[in-house]
């Protein structure tokens, strides 16, 4: 850490929001406005476009937050879509969940061949009594409602990434790989497209919410976790409370970062919970982020986790356990990221 934390605790007791622990976020750039999405990472950028053309014409915050997910499943990239890194045998096994304003959600994880899991996991909502599908079922119910079967073929890039990663097998993460575009400021630290194809360990998830002009939100997420995992490892985002929580009487808020450690503190829900006792999403983020670094202790330093938040006035905010993390916000202003504020 490298402000004096009790000076931190000292500001934020005097009232002085916006002050985190590692620099400043413009408050006029988060302030409540609706209708509004958000979501993370650079990627998020298109992805919001394709929420927004939903949200702009008074469409719901579910449709929205559909459709700009399955922006990104349709791009290639470390970690999200049939274009995404395989697991350590060869195969892209992809997660995804998604959750309205009234408590309705669905999710799947572990699924293969399907392009668009958060479709899959949208049908599970709304066809099934159930929540979650996983593997070869989920992939029957795909196949059942009219979903493609892909081709197993992995992506060129996929392909290149794993050739490398087999060499050395490691599964040590690389914190922030998933980064395409940093600002020059942090041009040294994140030379993500060439670590990329070099088969570094790395994982990413799309992550959005939104609230509609309705006044209700919803959220989605998609992902294939962690590229070269174990086989059969599912990561935070199709569970319900880990990687996305919507209580649409307090907020919604998504999870990306290292999954098994957003799943320990049950993440998306302990935000969630952390606004309805009145925290602004940023420190309701912020609170969850450093239970993860008490919990981790050294191993804090080898993990990224983050948070997007937003509640019910279309406030937003964010926390990240390290730096590098940022998240696109999309109102009738514009289409913007904001760099997060972190920890260490
Ligand atoms: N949370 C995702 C997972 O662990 C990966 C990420 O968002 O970085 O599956």
Known sequence: MSINRRNFINLTSLGIAGFTLQGFVNQSDIKGQQPIVISTWDAGLNANKGAWEVLSKGGTALDAVEKGVMITEDEIGCCVGLGANPDRDGYVTLDASIMDHEFNCGSVAFLERIKHPISVARRVMEKTPHVMLVGEGAQQFAIAEGFKLESSKLSETAEKAYQQWLKKSTYQPVINIERQNPTSQLQDQFKAPTRFENGEWNHDTIGMVALDAHGNL?????????????????????IIGAGLYVDNEVGAVVATGQGEDVIRVAGASAVVEFMRQGKSPQEACRLVVEKVRRIKKEKAKDIQVCFIALNKKGEHGSYALHTGFNYAVHTAASNHLIESPFSV
């Open 218 to 238: 919803s959220g989605s997420c998609t992902t294939s976790g962690a590229g070269f995992k174990l086989r059969g490892r599912v990561g935070d985002s199709p």
